[in-house]
């Protein structure tokens, strides 16, 4: 992968990360922490139990507490 491009997705992550961070009243490095532990940045990924995403939400759970759900990250 080119230094780059991952510097790039990098940079995208934060600002996403900060977006939402201010938007809930969090801090966007624990938004950070938690997509990289939850997915290790993978958007499309998907657990053995359904959960997807960055956050790795399960789609039922992020139904009734997230509506609408952000879907730019």
Known sequence: MAKTSMVNREVKRAKLAKKYAARYELDWRLLVAMM?????????????MGAVGLMQIIPGTGAVTCNPCPTDM
């Not at 990289?36 to 053995?48: I, L, P, V, W, Y």
């Open 36 to 48: 990289q532990e939850e997915s290790g940045f993978d958007a499309a990924g998907e657990s053995e």
